[in-house]
């Protein structure tokens, strides 16, 4: 079936880094664009970054940008999200989900999350 | 960016029908149609129940509709039965390529 596996959470100190991925089964993965998107301990939701199906064309938000990256390897049907300089702020559930395409900027299918945690 | 404002909470009893509005500005969502409203159970990932404003996925019931008019999107959900008591989130496009989701409406079924 359609499916996306998040994995690479857990505990972090400040400033320290973290690879998240997102594994997908169940469809043509090359096909789609792809986003992360987090939601912190009972807040709501945060976009993160958002990929093109070739990766050649990304998105982040401002409160990510110049400290994460989004990448993705097609031949392995995977998704990535690099994590560096870390804050307590970053602190969330990260899901990845798969844009729709048609039309854009909607996202049908998500995983099941991973938490991230940034504390000393 | 700052998020899209959405009610806190909204409550209606089973049966009848709630709105949840979703208010932006000219540069999200009273510019573009790529609205999208997100259902979300405790504990569970989000689920798309409308996109471009008012197009329902296959398979998420007709009791939902999406309209908007302005700066200002809305979800009804009519019919409302205990299964619809979730959060709800609306998101949309912005000018600066990026996406922008509401603050979230917590529904309660009395």
């Known amino acids: 079936q359609v499916q996306l596996v998040e994995s690479g959470g857990g505990l972090v100190k400040p400033g320290g880094s973290l690879r998240l991925s997102c594994a997908a089964s169940g469809f043509t993965f090359s096909d789609y664009y792809m986003t992360w998107i987090r939601q912190a301990p009972g807040k709501g939701l945060e976009w993160v970054s958002y990929?093109?199906?070739?990766?050649?064309?990304?998105y982040y938000a401002d409160s990510v940008k110049g400290r994460f990256t989004i990448s993705r390897d097609n031949a392995k049907k995977s998704l990535y999200l690099q994590m560096n300089s870390l804050r307590a702020e970053d602190t969330a559930v990260y899901y990845c989900a798969r844009d729709q395409w048609e039309p854009p900027w909607a996202f049908d299918i998500w995983g099941q999350g991973t938490m991230v945690t940034v504390s000393s | 960016q700052s998020a899209l404002t959405q009610p806190a909470s909204v409550s209606g009893s089973p049966g009848q029908s709630i709105t949840i509005s979703c208010t932006g500005t000219s540069s999200d969502l009273g510019g573009y149609n790529y609205v999208s409203w997100y259902q979300q159970h405790p504990g569970k990932a989000p689920k798309l129940m409308i996109y471009e404003v008012s197009n329902r996925p296959s398979g998420v019931s007709n009791r939902f509709s999406g309209s908007k008019s302005g700066n200002t999107a809305s979800l009804t959900i009519s019919g409302l039965q205990a299964e619809d008591e979730a959060d709800y989130y609306c998101?949309?496009?912005?000018?600066?390529?990026?996406?922008?989701f509401g603050t979230g409406t917590n529904i309660t079924v009395l």
């Open positions: 998101s949309s496009y912005t000018s600066n390529i990026t996406l922008v």
């Open positions: 990929i093109s199906n070739s990766g050649s064309t990304i």
